[in-house]
């Protein structure tokens, strides 16, 4: 059976801090697609990356910044000097398949802070 | 380029009144499509997936049903809602990369 988990309900941190938010997922495919996506107030979700289980490098974009480990089945994501922008609920999801009923298994998200 | 459109952004509704929740994909052919909904503070559920026209695949049994009547338009409906029922639904389309959220429908059921 497939399930991420989210540790983390809230986080706060000042502005320019920086904070990382924990996934922990389970699946017993060999192959499968881990994602972050954020959901700010106005309630869309933002899809953010997608990383697949054959490729442990780890990933930078800005000041986001991505840590995959097989060992641990974890995928972290990490923001750097936060910015009040960063406020938002952020979810990491599971998938085992690209295509036909290729379903999203979600965690339960965490809610970031910002604090000016 | 490629959008999802969901109407409407709000709606509240009785208890025991009918529901349609219409979602559409521009600038793409014959899309994975999803209804996940959200309850308050929580994560999301999916609801429905459909590969095709026709062709819809029920992952939570309830009262709620999908159609997907044309191939970019996916719909989400009910008899007779429950209070239960309130939250955010929210329509996707599969792209190349991953999963594409629509701006979802934030439905109160009073």
């Known amino acids: 059976a497939q399930k991420v988990t989210q540790a983390q309900t809230e986080i706060s941190v000042v502005e320019k801090e920086d904070v990382t938010l924990d996934c922990v997922y389970e699946t017993r495919d060999t192959t499968y697609y881990l994602f972050w996506y954020k959901q700010p107030p106005s309630g869309e979700l933002v899809f953010l990356i997608r990383r697949n289980s054959f490729d442990e490098q780890n990933e930078i974009s800005g000041r986001y910044s991505w840590n995959f480990q097989k060992s641990t089945s974890s995928f972290n994501f990490t923001i750097t000097a936060s910015q009040v922008v960063d406020s938002a609920v952020y979810f990491c999801a599971l998938s085992e398949r690209l295509t036909g009923a290729n379903n999203l298994f979600f965690g339960t998200g965490t809610r970031l802070t910002v604090i000016p | 380029s490629q959008t999802i459109h969901q109407w409407p952004a709000t709606l509240v509704q009785p208890v025991g009144s009918p529901l349609s929740l219409e979602c559409t994909v521009e600038?793409?052919?014959?899309?994975?499509l999803y209804w996940y909904r959200q309850a308050a503070g929580r994560g999301l559920q999916l609801l429905f997936y459909?590969?095709?026209?026709?062709?819809i695949s029920s992952e939570v049994p309830q009262n709620l049903s999908a159609s997907r009547p044309q191939d970019r338009q996916f719909i989400l409906s009910s008899k007779k809602l429950l209070l239960s029922d309130s939250g955010f639904y929210l329509c996707a389309w599969m792209g190349r990369v991953g999963q594409y959220f629509g701006p979802g429908t934030r439905l109160t059921v009073l």
């Open positions: 600038g793409t052919s014959n899309p994975n």
């Open positions: 459909s590969v095709g026209i026709g062709q």
